[in-house]
């Protein structure tokens, strides 16, 4: 397949592509942050785990000119991927605020409600604006949740992740401005400008999980 002819497409791409790598690289820090595999650690590698392949699979989806319904394959799969990783986010909160039993019984319940979100997502054109409150509802509530827990010096790290989710909703609302584009050495609409700045609160992210213990 070729690939495509869209400056921003390319750097849409390339931006994703980093994005995935510096969540491996964050899973990889958290391991070794905290050796020995603590179930903490073992749940928050999951969502960097499904971002680093939905940001791969997106660095695919818009580098590369696909035939029509492979292509909506490959967003049907990338979607599904961020969306688990939304749902093992909010058991990651869960955990963090009411603690490693509370986290064991939430997950189930996380899980089954980021796989109903994509299926009602899916199943009714127009309706993706549900997976977009979802996003935000689980942002929202680890905005409040972190920055209490900083606030409290409840968790070690706990402020430097409430940094993290902030980054994570400004880009939210930077990806919706369809109309932002910047020209530096390449050119970047709003989904490379998305994932630059999603990137830098995902260090912000690792190095709060990270410092949790």
């Not at 070729?2 to 750097?11: F, I």
């Not at 070794?32 to 749940?43: C, E, M, N, T």
């Not at 319904?69 to 991927?81: C, E, I, K, Y």
Request: with cysteine.
């Amino acid at each position: 397949m070729p690939l495509s002819d869209s400056p921003t497409e390319r750097s849409t791409a390339a931006t994703d592509l980093l994005l995935s790598i510096v969540a491996l690289s964050g899973l990889l820090y958290l391991h070794a942050a905290q050796p020995g595999g603590a179930w903490r650690i073992q749940l928050w590698s999951w969502p960097l785990g499904l971002i680093a392949g939905s940001a791969g699979l997106g660095a695919l989806y818009h580098g590369l000119v696909w035939p029509r319904g492979l292509r909506n394959a490959v967003w049907q799969a990338l979607t599904f991927l961020l969306g688990m990783a939304l749902a093992l986010f909010g058991a990651g909160l869960t955990l963090d605020l009411f603690g490693p039993e509370a986290g064991r019984r939430s997950l189930p319940l996380w899980l089954a409600t980021g796989a109903l979100v994509f299926l009602v997502s899916r199943r009714w054109n127009g309706l993706f604006r549900v997976f977009i409150v979802f996003e935000g509802v689980v942002l929202a509530a680890a905005l409040v949740g972190y920055t209490a827990l900083a606030a409290a010096s409840a968790l070690s790290g706990a402020g430097w992740i409430a940094a993290g989710v902030l980054l994570s909703g400004i880009a939210a609302a930077l990806q919706a401005c369809n109309g932002l584009r910047f020209k530096w050495i390449w050119e970047f609409d709003h989904n490379g400008i998305f994932h630059l700045v999603q990137t830098a609160g995902l260090v912000l992210l690792c190095k709060g999980i990270a410092g949790g213990g």
